[in-house]
């Protein structure tokens, strides 16, 4: 399968602008949603935004963001009327056609508007006119479309419509729009996939143009859902709708090509690269510290997802005491002092072990940065206090509680990060073949790369050799290929 990503796709100037603002009032109140895509909603409820459908449930004095599709004029007067703070999100084109909607009505022309009548674009745009009548036959008329329409239909009903009236004016389409819809119409492969929200009427719009089979896929568990039916085409094109992140796309477009979505490290031999320059072991495992915040970055540019990494294992209690406290000061450290690169990063952190042997203050930090982190995408596990017999027992013990009997699906269900899908890849460094207790149940299908690299010295190149190896690999899971 050869994937082509077309061009132009994804989010257009209008929306950019339109989260850029409601993302700097984070916390505020947000008329209806402020663009249709359901991860950029995901982020603002992070934010502690507050979603409403009618500018009357807004308190008075408070500030409301105006969603890109725009709002009616009655909206308008109705929030200088309850003295809120605007912040108005309307993209420039739907702006345009209000304004025009505005001028033919202004010249007392009929106005046929195109579109859906229940989108709130149109909503808004039928606010502008003042006498909705019904044009006679021959008489001058304004036309407004919603500006994400496909334009073929919009010109053929224009066509339609010139046949009976005087067409005075055409407005509404907006250029990026057409942009996208032209590269998905001029593809010549074999099938599409759109990423977007089902609800984005210009998302539903590019499947609708498409010369080939299209697909829409809102999250990434529908595109791992659809890549095997993908995989049956030779050129499949992704494009994405004006609201969704390039950040899913990016996501996506690695999934297709056999990016893991699931990479678990075992970050071994910081031990030996510090002895082997004269130092203590506990410098060795504050360099790997630093080898994790830069692979972090490296594997969040390559789309991947979910990274787990084996920070200290039920084992290594049993390393002198000196060294064991000084790793459990170098977790509670790293924790205080790179939370907010991990929120800016927009990583959540998740741990998994038996955290109730852990030092207080250590097990205090934790829930501090997983509270802080709870509503991202990306997931950083780090396996501390963590042995994947130890994970079963507990899981075991669970099960027993409930006084259930299990199957596959319900005891995965009982394992520290139960909604985490299983790794792709595990890579261990440090020159070691084996898996150390290493998440037994959750990779009885996982690749696994092996490399002498100790960790602190673990670089990019290290990184894209890895997933050479992994993409190279048939993973067959017991059937045939
Ligand atoms: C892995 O490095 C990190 C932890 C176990 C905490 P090591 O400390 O095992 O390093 P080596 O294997 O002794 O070099
Ligand atoms: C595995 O490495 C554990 C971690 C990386 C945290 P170890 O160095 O502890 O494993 P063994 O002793 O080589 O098996
Ligand atoms: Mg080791």
Known sequence: MEIVTLDPHGMCSGVRSAIAKAMSHGGAYCLHQLVHN????????????????DIEKVPDGATVIFPAH???PEVRGRAAAKRLSVVDGTCPFVARAHRAARRFSDAGLPVVVLGDPSHTEVQGILGEIADRRAPRPGEKIGVVSQTTMNADEVAAEVARLREKFDVAGVAGICTATKERQDAVREFDGDAILVLGSRNSANTRRLCEVARCPAYIASNMDDVVKLREEMER????????GA???ERFFESA???LRRIPQHVAIIMDGNGRWAQSRGRPRGF???AGAGTLMRALGWLGDRGIRYVTVYAFSTENWKRPESEVSGLMGLFSTMLKSKASELVGNQVRLRVAGRRGDLPRPLRDAIADVERRTASFERQLIVCLNYGGRAEIVDAANAAIARGEPVTEETFRRLLYVPDVPDPDLVIRTGGERRTSNFLLWESAYA???FTDTLWP???????????????SRDRRKGGLS
Do not use: M, N, Q
Request: hydrophobic letters at 35%; proline letters at 2%.
């Open 447 to 449: 690749e696994y790369h």
């Open 253 to 255: 477009v690695g999934c």
């Open 70 to 72: 725009g709002v009616t």
């Open 243 to 245: 609201s969704t992140p």
């Open 457 to 471: 010295d673990f670089s990019e190149r290290d990184l894209d050799e890895a997933l050479g190896d992994y993409s």
């Open 38 to 53: 359901e991860i950029v909603l995901g982020e603002l409820l992070a934010l502690g935004s507050v979603f409403v459908d």
């Open 284 to 286: 060795g495992h504050a």
């Open 233 to 240: 085409y030779g050129k499949v094109g992704v494009t994405s």
